[in-house]
């Protein structure tokens, strides 16, 4: 009964493609259906805990179809609402590595197929020329191009659509899978299970500079699905951005500081409490009000029409623990994106990327004496080392409407211990959009 279901998300997507044919000017509809096989062989591991990756030869596979549809409702409002199925885990469920091979696979995951409306908000676009934006189906972070102009967004929707965003590595039905390639690895970013959340952000773009700022719903205990709607446990998010050409080529630098707020566990209480009792520590024990801050440079750079450079640094307060994204307290990323003009395909893309991924003290004393967190967790963790990253793939273009990618990653030091791995993760990603 396997294969009729696992074929469900793709009869939607032939139907939305009907749909979308029929849609007027002022109503659009657009539709895509990703899919994401990733593959590990066995690799060394004395060891392993609760929250490990398992060790054995393993293969998992996400499926996602949504169908997005935006409505102009008048001079530059719109409205947009997303409604996906989705289907599958990530490796181990979504385990054991604190930068996750898969950004397509999300914490929680079921083999049958599930509904969900990941995106509903409203957009106004203020400015001389304001166009009619609600935002792209592919990228809804789209606005405008206006010299200068305000953007207002407020409802359902991801934070890192508004900030955080990179042309090169962004988005894991594209270009990098990997989560400390996409994102910077240290926002720890407001967000369900799912990496949606409610919020109202604001953008200020005047000729070379944008400025935004943002408040989000942080999850009612770390890392669940259910939102504090109450916004009594939050995030505040600001981001400038300053655009620039080097040598004739376009390029930005964006520089975000964020803090969170809301119940959270302290790693060196939660080890003192525990030492007490002989038990492993526990975050979840000691939870009390506390702010936990963070900051995030990002670059991009166009090198030629087809080379473009990318890279992020970012740092948090390691004293207190993750609480809605994942375990990394320092991150550094870079690498390239080609296109493929080379030779002879210029709409295929070529990418090549490193992480190194870092706890801090505090964090590395918590995991050492047994602790668990919201993806890693050896029960143990007497060898540390940096969390090391290499990922490339390449996205060949079949058609206007489908992409088929291959991609490889190397994790050295899986969750920072230096007694497990190396993990070599093999992946093929199909992606259709109408």
Known sequence: MRAPIRLLPWILCWLLSLEAGAAEEAFDLHGQLTNVEQFHPAFRSPYQGANSLDPAATGRETTDATLSAQARLWRGAGAHVDAEIDQGFGLSNTLGVAGFPSGAAYKVGSFDPYFRVPRLFLRQVLGPRAKQASGDGADPSAGTEDPESLTLTAGKFSAVDVFDTNRYAHDPRADFLNWSVIEAGAYDYAA????YSYGAAAEWTRSRWTLRGGVFALSRVPNQRELDRTFQQFELVAETERRHEWSGRAGSLKLLVFANHGRMGSYDEAVRQAAGAGVPPDTASVRVPA???????????????????????????????????????????????????????????VG??????ALSSAARRYFAAGGMG??????????????????????????????????????VNPAYNA????????????????
């Open 192 to 195: 369900d299970a799912w990496g």
């Open 419 to 434: 007694d497990r791995g190396p993990v070599r993760v093999f992946g093929i990603r199909v992606h259709a959009q109408i």
């Open 374 to 411: 919201i993806l890693i967790g050896d029960g143990r963790l007497p060898d540390y080392g940096f969390e090391k990253i290499l990922e490339t793939y390449y996205a060949a273009r079949l058609t206007e409407a489908l992409t088929l990618s291959a991609d490889f990653q190397y994790i």
């Open 352 to 357: 090549l990327a490193a992480a190194v991924n």
């Open 291 to 349: 702010w936990r801050p963070g900051v995030a440079l990002n670059l991009e750079q166009e090198l030629s029409p087809d080379l473009g450079l990318f890279a992020r640094a970012s740092a948090n307060d390691g004293s207190k623990e993750a609480y809605d994204f994942t375990e990394i307290n320092r991150s550094v990323s870079a690498g390239l994106s080609l296109a493929g003009s080379g030779w002879g395909r210029p709409q295929d893309t």
